[in-house]
Each structure stands twice: as C-alpha cells, then as structure tokens.
T-cell receptor
Framework: GAVVSQHPSRVICKSGTSVKIECRSL??????MFWYRQFPKKSLMLMAT?????????EQGVEKDKFLINHASLTLSTLTVTSAHPEDSSFYIC?????????????FGSGTRLTVV | QQQVKQSPQSLIVQKGGISIINCAYE??????FPWYQQFPGKGPALLIA?????SEKKEGRFTISFNKSAKQFSLHIMDSQPGDSATYFC????????????FGSGTQLTVLP
C-alpha cells in the first residue's frame, strides 16, 4: 500500500531557531501534499496545500513566512518552521494523495512532535 | 457547507460490544467518505472508506453505513477489542478535485477489558 514517510518524528529546538520537517511518498507520486497541525485531543487543522512545482496554498490565518513549504519533487514536500516560538509547539502531520489512484485516498505520515523551548 | 459533524465526542464500550460513531455532512458534492483511526503520537491511518453509490461496506469487524438522503454515515465496530481504543475521525472529500479532506471533530473510543 501507499506509504508516506515523515521525519523527524520528534524534535526539540530552541526558541528562535528553524526546524525542517520532511514528508516523502515512498511508493507513489504525489502532485499534492497537505500539511496539518493537531492540538491535543483535537481534530486535524489544515495549514496548507502543497503542489509540486508551484507555491503552496495556505489556509486563512496561517503565516506563510513562518511556515515555509517546498514541494520540489513528486515525492517530497518540506515544512520549515522559521524562528520557532513555544506557541509553535504542536503535532504536525503531512498527507499525500496518489495522483494515479485518487480513490485510494489520502495517506498520512506518522507525524512530527515539535517542542520549542 | 464544508462541515462534517461527528458524534459522540467520546465513547466507552465493553470488550465484545458494538461501537457506533456517527457523522453528518452538508455538502452534497462530497463523494468519498473515509474513516481514520489514530493512536496517540501517530498519524491517522485509513480504516475503511465508502462512496455514495452503496449503502454499506464491511471490512472485517468494521462496517460503514451510508444514508445519502439523510446525508449521514456511521462506523460500526463489531466485537470491540481493547486494541481498538483510539481516536476515530470521519472525513469527506470530492474525488475529482485535489482538495483536502474535511474532517470530523473526532471520537475517542475506549474499550474496557
């Protein structure tokens, strides 16, 4: 089945530094990937839609300059949290859809727990 | 128009019992309705999905019931096991578009041994 690899699974960084999270589709090509943020005991909140070879589309209220998204290939999208602050601490999850099998839905990565100290 | 409403927020079931989670949607353009299972610290995993041309889909102990006229769908977990304890999310989307899934608010299921 479709597999999405997300790294790192956990990261602790100092306030003011930047952190990069990678999301890779291992056995399929994904023209579109999605980045979510999830707070404890809450649903997934879509942050942005990442399109291969073009700029990401951000949801309302998500700071483009803080959450930089790059989708340079059909199998890789990255989310960089710039100048991280404690309020950016959260669980970040990526998702990808197989462009050749849209009915098979969206495959999620295992998530990244970001802690900013 | 884009909302998917999910209930209950939490559910406690005895081992061997039936767990039922309900969702309702508003956008009649939705044509793909998946259920995801999420364990703590992990990403959601696709459990089962249905399209509106069928009223029921069963995979092992998991069944989706779909009522197109009422714009509702539900997940039934038969013979619930402690290992089923997780958070369950319903979702909806439009297959033909590249748009994201619209998620329900989630149901935290606890199956008591």
């Amino acid at each position: 089945g479709a597999v999405v690899s997300q790294h790192p699974s956990r990261v602790i960084c100092k306030s003011g530094t930047s952190v990069k999270i990678e999301c890779r589709s291992l056995d399929f090509q994904a023209t579109t990937m999605f980045w979510y943020r999830q707070f404890p005991k809450k649903s997934l909140m879509l942050m942005a839609t990442s399109n291969e070879g073009s700029k990401a589309t951000y949801e309302q209220g998500v700071e483009k300059d803080k959450f930089l998204i790059n989708h340079a290939s059909l199998t890789l999208s990255t989310l960089t949290v710039t100048s991280a602050h404690p309020e950016d601490s959260s669980f970040y999850i990526c998702s990808a859809r197989d462009r050749d099998r849209p009915f098979y839905g969206y495959t999620f990565g295992s998530g990244t727990r970001l802690t900013v100290v | 128009q884009q909302q998917v409403k999910q209930s209950p927020q939490s559910l406690i079931v005895q081992k061997g019992g039936i767990s039922i989670i309900n969702c309702a949607y508003e956008n009649t353009a939705f044509d793909y309705f998946p259920w995801y299972q999420q364990f703590p610290g992990k990403g959601p995993a696709l459990l089962i999905a249905i399209r509106p041309d069928v009223s029921e889909k069963k995979e092992g102990r998991f069944t989706i019931s779909f009522n197109k006229s009422a714009k509702q769908f539900s997940l039934h977990i038969m013979d619930s096991q402690p290992g089923d304890s997780a958070t369950y999310f319903c979702a909806a989307s439009i297959i033909g578009s590249a748009r994201q899934l619209t998620f329900g608010s989630g149901t935290q299921l606890t199956v008591l041994p």
